[in-house]
Antibody, heavy 117, light 112 residues
Framework: QVRLKESGPRLVQPSQTLSVTCTVS????????VSWVRQPPGKGLEWVGA???????DYNSALKSRLSISRDTSKNQVFLKMNSLQTDDTGTYYC???????????WGQGASVTVSS | QITLTQQAESLWISPGERVSITCRAS???????????LSWYQQRPGQTTKALIY???VRTDGVPTRFIGSGSGTEFTLSIEHVQPEDFAIYYC?????????FGAGTKLELK
């Protein structure tokens, strides 16, 4: 059974760095692409970036300067790091597995993050 | 970047009715392989986000046949026939033709 689970801090101070981990099961991160998507409270979805199955990455150009996505293939984990956080980075951060057509066919429950002092 | 416009922020319908949600792209989502890189998602409170349709019209595994994706080029529609109580949710379109991938703003189906 395919599962993705995000974990990370619930509260981060402004200007600090957010680190979220996506632990997957039921598939290998070396066989499927994984994206990060975020959602501010009460708002829509925004694609943050992806790590392709070959290990290369692609980032939303609006966030690129603050982002890093990496993985640990031995643990089947994908990592999101975003620095210089501001209050408008508050929201839920999801990881999602890609399948044919680059559809995001499986999502995690999300990690809720609040940026506040 | 490609902009996806979902004109309707909300749609009010009664169970059993048919509803159509539209998504317009700022440029064609047709790739050289002949496929459209447009997918549809459902968000319900307390549930993980669910992929319904990919390549504009292909249902993902286990999605009921009442969900129908159609369209081409820049105009796409998600139709739900005989809406069920569990279908009241928010629906998003997503393009994965070009980076950055972009979502529509979402359309909320509400009970009339």
């Amino acid at each position: 059974q395919v599962r993705l689970k995000e974990s990370g801090p619930r509260l981060v101070q402004p200007s600090q760095t957010l680190s979220v981990t996506c632990t997957v099961s039921g598939f290998s991160v070396t066989s499927y692409h994984v994206s990060w998507v975020r959602q501010p409270p009460g708002k829509g979805l925004e694609w943050v970036g992806a790590i392709w199955k070959g290990g290369s990455t692609d980032y939303n150009s609006a966030l690129k300067s603050r982002l890093s996505i990496s993985r640990d293939t031995s643990k089947n984990q994908v990592f999101l790091k975003m620095n210089s956080l501001q209050t408008d980075d508050t929201g839920t951060y999801y990881c999602a597995k890609h399948s044919e057509g680059y559809v995001m066919d499986a999502w995690g429950q999300g990690a809720s993050v609040t940026v506040s002092s | 970047q490609i902009t996806l416009t979902q004109q309707a922020e909300s749609l009010w319908i009664s169970p059993g009715e048919r509803v159509s949600i539209t998504c317009r792209a700022s440029q064609s989502l047709l790739y050289t392989d002949g496929k459209h890189y447009l997918s549809w998602y459902q968000q319900r409170p307390g549930q993980t986000t669910k992929a319904l349709i990919y390549h504009a019209s292909v249902r993902t595994d286990g999605v009921p046949t009442r969900f129908i994706g159609s369209g081409s080029g820049t105009e796409f529609t998600l139709s739900i026939e005989h809406v069920q109580p569990e279908d009241f949710a928010i629906y998003y379109c997503l393009q994965t033709l070009k980076s950055p991938y972009t979502f529509g703003a979402g359309t909320k189906l509400e009970l009339k």
